[in-house]
């Protein structure tokens, strides 16, 4: 069974880059199935995509954060990584890491990571 | 606004069923079987507890099944437990560039 474990910083200031990495163990990041994503939901509310990337490194954002998002995979370290640049406070947000199936399934889900955005 | 809509809010006493209704379009839901539903306790990550409409994950009890028409998927669990209590989201696979869409969730009170 795949286990998935985020990190990076808790708190990032307006205007900056959030860089989280998830930790992906139980079976090669590179072999597998699974597309790699990464899912936000803001304090008291519902779940929002951010993003995923297939094995190959394509990477799939969604539409209403205008190309802010950068994601990549590192097959040597069993991980892969998010950047999300010029933050705004609305983006507070826990921040999930997910091993994704067909039909953008969400199948396995790292604890997530509380990301606060403030001076 | 959520993409697919779900009640706020369902309830049921222990031993009893609940259904939670997702409703969407013939964009999402009715033009493919790919709903899931998720879990989530307060404070802790959600769960896949459905996926590709009806399917349940291994460990998942057979108390939870799911089923879909037209543009409404439904969860219905039976035999309420008091571990049942938590927040239901739904949701449902579409075409690019969005990819996924979710319900804004149901909390699941067990009285």
């Known amino acids: 069974q795949l286990q998935l474990q985020e990190s990076g910083p808790r708190l990032v200031k307006p205007s900056e880059t959030l860089s989280l990495t998830c930790t992906v163990t139980g079976d090669s990041i590179s072999g597998s199935s699974y597309y790699w994503g990464w899912i936000r939901q803001p304090p008291g509310k519902g779940l929002e995509w951010v993003g995923s990337?297939?094995?190959?490194?394509?990477?799939y954002s969604n539409p209403s954060l205008k190309r802010r998002v950068t994601m990549s995979i590192d097959t040597s370290k069993s991980q892969f990584s998010l950047n999300l640049n010029s933050m705004t406070a609305t983006e507070t947000a826990v921040y999930y890491c997910?091993?994704?199936?067909?039909?953008?399934?969400?199948?396995?889900w790292g604890q997530g990571t509380l990301v606060t955005v403030s001076s | 606004q959520s993409a697919l809509t779900q009640p706020r809010s369902v309830s049921g006493s222990p031993g009893q069923s609940v259904t939670i209704s997702c409703t969407g379009t013939s964009s999402d839901i009715g033009a493919y079987n790919f709903v899931s539903w998720l879990q989530q306790h307060p404070g802790k990550a959600p769960a896949l507890i459905i996926y590709d409409v009806s399917e349940r994950p291994s460990g998942v009890p057979d108390r939870f099944s799911a089923s879909k028409s037209g543009n409404t998927a439904s969860l219905t669990i039976s035999g309420l437990q008091a571990e049942d209590e938590a927040d239901y989201y739904c949701s449902s696979y579409v075409d690019s560039p969005i990819f996924v869409v979710y319900g804004g969730g149901t909390k699941l009170t067990v009285l």
């Open positions: 990337i297939d094995p190959s490194g394509r990477v």
């Open positions: 997910v091993a994704v199936r067909r039909g953008s399934t969400p199948y396995y």
